[in-house]
């Protein structure tokens, strides 16, 4: 099969599209024929472990791959308990968006968040692959939501659902006076003192400092100076290392099968230009999700 290889670091460049032989998979995997893939995937199912009970060959299924960067491939090992049936509604390109990013959204506001009808909510970041997410779950927990973009993105993010937008550019929601119970800092471009400023006095902050969508942790510094700040206050700071599960993907799934939750994509790649969809990503200015395409002519 043709797959995507990295043996040393470095960034896209040390990427080679390869003939590898097809991941073998334990008794609790499942082989996938990938169709589309992000830092995730979407395919259908080739074979099965012993244990698997769950999926047979030739079900539609979206999920994460065991191995970061393994689903940049025609074949894919995945656990079991990594998958869910594709919703029904979406194209695997538009599957391949979900998993990842809507993890990050999900968890944050619904676990760590708590959010709940009638609370106001602040996306930083609300274009991106997590803030799309974002503004949508925020909305389907019947919050009152304001999305943070540039000025290019404010009618994608208008046409999320977000009650308000705020033109970054033109306007720093830190200083409107406006204060939210829940903020999700996808962009890490404020001090700690004006992110508080703009929480309600029991207002949450959830920090994404990362800069990738696979990871879900703020940089070590800001981290801690963050929990020194938030120390003495009323206000709190939710961190948190995001944990795949098919919980959480059956529940997105409801989500985008009841029309509450659409990916957003801005570019597909095929998996000969891997390197170009790495690098878009990397530039930092991504509408929504980028994801790389599999040919329908599989070879073995």
Do not use: C
Not at 238 to 255: D, H, K, M
């Amino acid at each position: 099969m043709k797959a995507v290889v990295q043996d040393t670091y470095g960034g896209s460049e040390v990427l080679d599209l390869r003939d590898i032989a097809k991941p073998e998979i334990g008794e609790g995997d499942v082989l996938v024929r990938v169709r589309a893939a992000g830092t995730d995937v979407a395919g259908q199912v080739e074979a099965v472990g012993t244990s698997v009970t769950r999926f047979r060959p030739g079900d539609e299924v979206f999920g994460s791959s065991k191995h970061l960067g393994g689903a940049f491939a025609e074949y894919a090992a995945v656990s079991e308990g990594a998958l869910a049936p594709k919703p029904t509604n979406l194209t695997f390109e538009q599957a391949a968006a979900v998993p990842m990013a809507g993890y990050v959204a999900l968890q944050a506001l619904r676990d760590h968040g708590k959010v709940k009808a009638g609370q106001r909510v602040l996306i930083n970041g609300a274009s991106g692959g997590i803030g799309t997410f974002a503004v949508q779950i925020a909305k389907s927990l019947g919050a009152e939501v304001t999305g943070v973009t540039s000025t290019r993105n404010v009618d994608l993010v208008r046409s999320l659902g977000a009650d308000h937008v705020i033109d970054y550019t033109k306007e720093d929601f830190t200083r409107t006076g406006q204060r939210y119970d829940f903020i999700l800092d996808n962009v890490a471009n404020h001090a700690l003192s004006d992110l508080r400023r703009a929480l309600a006095p029991r207002g949450m902050l959830v920090p994404n400092g990362g800069g990738f969508d696979h990871r879900w942790v703020a940089s070590g510094g800001r981290l801690i100076s963050a929990k020194v700040s938030f120390a003495f206050v009323s206000q709190s700071l939710g961190t948190f290392i995001v944990s795949p599960n098919q919980e959480n993907l059956v529940v997105l799934s409801a989500l985008i099968e009841t029309g509450k939750v659409t990916p957003v994509i801005d570019r597909t790649y095929p998996l000969s230009e891997t390197r170009h969809a790495i690098d878009h990503v990397g530039g930092g200015h991504a509408r929504g999700k980028v994801v790389v395409t599999v040919s329908d002519g599989v070879t073995s």
